[in-house]
Each structure stands twice: as structure tokens, then as C-alpha cells.
């Protein structure tokens, strides 16, 4: 499989790195520039010039799973006693797992006192590769809090089509990018909440990081739900909110005096996102705000690696869903997956002797979100050595994606290279109560990074945004 990266003989390949740009830069297809006394100041996002060849096949069924995966995270982030029982061992050695799971157990009376009126929404992101050694998609992970990049990736499409049909692609050729909008679909559910939350004038609070370079994938979202729905947003830090947000005594939130009907995080996923005692304690207060959180801390736990290594056990799976189908489909997503929660464990044993002698067959993931934070090669085996904490971390399976030939730019610096993809399928979900209001597969995108690299972040400068030109 390779990437489409031969340009139309009378059209150079250093033209079609200016189109990409151009309309990049005109069509809202860009980041923070980073320039500390220019705030505002923008750069085109890391890009392909050109989609990548991906088997349709594969796409489809990472599509199909994604309202399963919805389904199967809403009923882990009810299940008090399962987040709590597998997380625990987790948080003996992670102390921001043990921070998350403390706000969970302080806050659990709310949630049991509001479980009939709860108003739940979940965007979320699941990652897969395709590992070229079986010919399976595996799942990478699946993202509960920050599912970023939906809006720019909606762009991308847009701008493959415009570049390729510079090239004089044929209709056929265009009909294999397929339709994205994960900007209207986020949208859509977030202003459906807001409905249900039943208020009017109410808004959207989003929760960022200080001086976030990826604010304008974000802000695609509050143009929209103003564009589209006529709601306003505000934007504000973790420590902002802490001296401004006001929770009645029936849990409604204000800031500035403006009822808050949704909660949306881009930021709390991470250790960083907490440097004092203050984030923390508003982070548990909104917990107990009757807005709907994108995520509750329910949810955001629901996420973390360790669960994703537990529900790939024998019979987990079956504990949240009855139907046998709907299991063996998500269950043929999951790459090899193990705990060290027993070390004397002969499976265990095992797997942990396997992955001392052939590092480089697995990857060792602690509970981190963000990209730049899994261990590789020699790395695994030195961790491994230690013994000690290895239950903060998970062991998976290194899927093995084939390697494709790219044209990748960052900064205006084109770099053809060997590359490696990731498919990311969002998803949306709504639920008030026990009634599901909601549940979509909501589009995609494709992350591409040098096959040199370990990580794939695109945040992180590890990766570019990308999109499919669908095969077979």
C-alpha cells in the first residue's frame, strides 16, 4: 500500500505543496503559530499533500464498530465498582489515576441522586492501525476526553479533493475520498444536549489549556454551534474557572452570570493540566453541576489504557454487552493486550519474559493521554527490569502497519518520506436518564508520521493530519 504521491507530469510536485498550503491557509486549516508576543499569530496545520490508500474494507469496519464502542463505553463509565476495582491497582503507583479515581468516589452520591435525570454526552475517538503481518485494523485506543483534530481533519478531505483535482483526477478517482463532517456531527450532538438540558440562552463552556497551540480545531466547533444553532460559548482555563464558575444549590452552573449547559474538556487529561490544589478542586466541584461534563470523570476513567487492557479479557466484554455479535465485533478489533496486576501469574510471567527478550514486539503504555508518553525497544525492557509500578502500566501487542510513501509538510517544509498511518473513527452520544437520545458514527481522519517514528501525535509534532483514499 503506498500513498498517492506522483504529480501530474506537467504540474511539480513543489506546486501542489503551494496549493495544499494556499487553501489551507485560506479555508481555517491551521494551528497556532506559536509565536509568544503574537498570540494570534497562525501557520498552516502539518498536512499531506496527498490522501492515503486505505482498504475500504477496513474502514468500513472500523465504522460499524464505532456506535458498539459508544454503547460499551457508556455502560463501563456506569459501573461504579468495575472503574473503581480495575483502576485500583493503576493508581497504587499513577498518582493522577489515584486523583481521577478519588474525584469518582467523592462524587458518586451525585451521580446515584441524579441517575434518572443524568444527561450524559460522550465524543469520542477510536485509533486503529492495520497490522500488515495478520491483514487485521486493530485498535490503538479509544479517546474519551480531547478527542481533537475532528474539525481541521473535515478540512483536509476538502483540501485533498481540490489538490487532486488539480492533478486531473478522474471522478472515479474523487469518489474514493469518502464524505467527512465531523464538524456538523459534533456540533449536532452538543446542541442537541443543549436542548435537552432545556434552558434557553444557555452556552457551552469550553475548558482549555493556557496558551493552546490547537485552539482553532476548537474554535471551528464555537463558530459552528453559533453558525448552525445560534449558541454561544466561552473559553476558559481550569484556574479561570476556579475564581469565576458559581454552582447553585441545585447544581446549576454559571459563569458570569450565563446558566452553563454543557461542559466540554480540552484540557484535564493530562497530569500538566494540574499544577496546584486549585484545578483539582474545580474539576471535583463540576462534578457536581447538573450540565451535561464531555466528560464526567466517569467517563474520562472509562478511557484510560488500563480499561481498555481489561476489556479485553475473557468474558469482560460479555459483562456490559448480551449481544454475542455485537461482542465478537468489537472483540476482533483488540490487538494482544496484558496487565501486570499479578506478576506470579504464569500468563503473565510469560508474556513479561517474552517481552524482556523481543522488546520490540510490544509496547509498554502507562495512563497517559496526549501522545510522546509510550516506551519502546530498549526502554520496555529497562521499565520491565524494574518490577516495581509496572501495574501503573499496560503491555500491548506493536501492530506492524504497512509503509506507505508520502509527501508530508510542516512549517512549509515539504519531506517525502516512508510513512506509517493511524485511522481515527469519531463517535457521538446522548443519553438523559436510561434513554439513549443519540448514538452515530460521526467521521474521520488519518494521523501519518515518518515510519522512523514511535509516536504519532500530530499536538505533539509527531504526526500530520492525513485522510483516505479508499481501495478495493
Not at 469520542?124 to 485506543?141: A, H, I, K
Request: charged share 20%.
Amino acid at each position: 500500500m503506498a500513498a498517492q504521491v506522483d504529480a501530474h507530469p506537467k504540474i511539480p510536485i513543489q506546486e501542489l505543496v503551494d496549493l495544499a498550503v494556499v487553501w489551507a491557509s485560506q479555508h481555517g486549516l491551521i494551528v497556532g503559530a506559536g509565536v509568544a508576543d503574537k498570540p494570534l499569530a497562525t501557520i498552516h496545520a502539518p498536512l499531506t499533500v496527498l490522501p492515503t490508500q486505505f482498504p475500504r474494507g477496513s474502514f468500513e469496519k472500523a465504522k460499524t464498530a464505532m456506535q458498539l464502542f459508544n454503547t460499551l463505553i457508556d455502560r463501563v463509565s456506569q459501573d461504579e465498582e468495575y472503574l473503581q476495582t480495575t483502576l485500583r491497582p493503576a493508581a497504587e503507583y499513577d498518582d493522577f489515576t489515584a486523583k481521577l479515581l478519588e474525584i469518582h468516589r467523592n462524587t458518586q452520591h451525585v451521580r446515584r441522586q441524579r441517575r434518572d435525570r443524568d444527561l450524559v454526552l460522550a465524543l469520542n475517538r477510536s485509533d486503529y492501525m492495520l497490522d500488515e503481518p495478520s491483514g487485521s485494523l486493530m485498535q490503538v485506543e479509544l479517546n474519551t476526553i480531547s478527542s481533537s483534530f475532528g474539525c481541521l481533519c473535515t478540512l483536509v478531505g476538502q483540501m485533498h479533493r481540490y489538490v487532486m483535482e488539480h492533478q486531473g483526477a478522474s471522478q472515479k478517482e474523487l469518489s474514493q475520498l469518502p464524505d467527512n463532517d465531523v464538524t456538523a456531527e459534533y456540533v449536532d450532538a452538543m446542541a442537541a444536549a443543549v436542548q435537552e438540558y432545556g434552558q434557553p440562552q444557555s452556552i457551552v463552556l469550553f475548558v482549555v489549556q493556557p496558551g493552546e497551540k490547537n485552539s482553532y480545531d476548537q474554535q471551528w466547533l464555537q463558530t459552528a454551534l453559533w453558525e448552525r444553532h445560534k449558541i454561544r460559548t466561552v473559553r476558559r482555563t481550569l484556574a479561570q474557572l476556579h475564581q469565576e464558575a458559581t454552582i447553585s444549590t441545585s447544581g446549576q452552573l454559571s459563569i458570569q452570570n450565563q446558566a452553563v449547559a454543557l461542559v466540554y474538556f480540552r484540557a484535564g487529561y493530562a497530569p500538566t493540566d494540574y499544577p496546584s490544589n486549585e484545578e483539582w478542586d474545580i474539576r471535583e466541584q463540576l462534578e457536581h453541576c447538573d450540565a451535561a461534563l464531555c466528560p464526567s470523570v466517569a467517563y474520562q476513567l472509562s478511557g484510560a489504557k488500563k480499561v481498555q487492557q481489561d476489556l479485553a479479557r475473557p468474558e469482560v466484554l460479555e459483562h456490559f454487552l448480551d449481544d454475542k455479535e455485537q461482542v465478537d465485533i468489537i472483540r476482533a478489533c483488540f490487538a494482544g493486550l496484558w496487565g501486570f496486576d499479578d506478576l506470579d501469574d504464569p500468563e503473565t510471567a510469560a508474556v513479561l519474559q517474552q517481552a524482556q527478550e523481543q522488546p520490540d514486539l510490544f509496547v509498554l503504555k502507562p495512563q497517559r493521554e496526549g501522545g510522546g508518553n509510550n516506551l519502546y525497544g530498549e526502554a520496555v525492557q529497562q521499565k520491565l527490569q524494574t518490577r516495581k509500578g509496572l501495574s501503573a502500566y499496560i503491555l500491548m501487542q506493536r501492530i506492524r502497519p504497512p509503509i506507505n510513501r508520502s509527501l508530508m509538510v510542516r512549517e512549509g517544509e515539504l519531506l517525502e518520506t516512508d510513512t506509517l498511518s493511524e485511522l481515527g473513527i469519531f463517535g457521538s452520544f446522548l443519553r438523559r436518564g436510561n434513554k439513549v437520545l443519540l448514538n452515530n458514527e460521526a467521521g474521520h481522519l488519518i494521523r501519518t508520521k515518518a515510519a522512523t517514528s514511535d509516536e504519532g501525535g500530530v499536538a505533539a509534532g509527531f504526526a500530520v493530519l492525513d485522510s483516505p483514499l479508499l481501495t478495493g
